[in-house]
């Protein structure tokens, strides 16, 4: 089936220090979703990106899907010891009601 | 408040033993799906369903059952547990036709011993 690559796998940082988290695709996505899972607990929906280029902002996180659509990525800036937990990714293509979901990047911050 | 119930959050049974994770959600979804969770493997889909009596084989559906009966529940049988079942298990819904998010239930943490 369809796959999205997500990388890395883990990633500690310092509290302060930016995270970045990628998923990447050899095909075109229909579009990207992005969820946090805290330790612990369940996924989160986050955010959709679905145009080319497309760059959104939350608060410390900013998320961005490719130009050619291939890739997507999600960064936070001046980690927190909140932002502790798995971010995945998902390529959904509605036509076939199918998530695709990335294996997650596990962040943990030290405080 | 919009939400997916899953019950029983932990569970430890018996292999052979059949059981049943239940699934319930307010928000009127059409889509509903069960996924596993283990270390380094990510979410893996077990079954879909996009509708009332409608359903499908996810990814990885081998020993498990499901039905749809009802627009709001969508139930995880395993008919006779096995201790490579052990996992942890979620349940998921969204809008379905073309739009929306998951939704996700708490997690089930199922050990078979």
Known sequence: GQQVMQIPQYQHVQEGEDFTTYCNSSTTLSNIQWYKQRPGGHPVFLIQLVKSGEVKKQKRLTFQFGEAKKNSSLHITATQTTDVGTYFCAEVRYNFNKFYFGSGTKLNVKP | ?113
């Open chain 2, 1 to 113: 408040e919009a939400q997916v119930t899953q019950n029983p959050r932990y569970l430890i049974t018996v292999t052979g033993k059949k059981l049943t994770v239940t699934c319930s959600q307010n928000m009127n979804h059409e889509y509903m799906s069960w996924y596993r969770q283990d270390p380094g493997l990510g979410l893996r889909q077990i079954y879909y369903s996009m509708n009332v009596e409608v359903t499908d084989k996810g990814d990885v559906p081998e020993g498990y059952k499901v039905s749809r009966k009802e627009k709001r529940n969508f139930p995880l049988i395993l008919e006779s547990p096995s201790p490579n079942q052990t996992s942890l298990y979620f349940c998921a819904s969204s809008l379905g036709g073309g739009g929306g998010s998951y939704t996700f239930g708490s997690g089930t943490r199922l050990t078979v011993v």
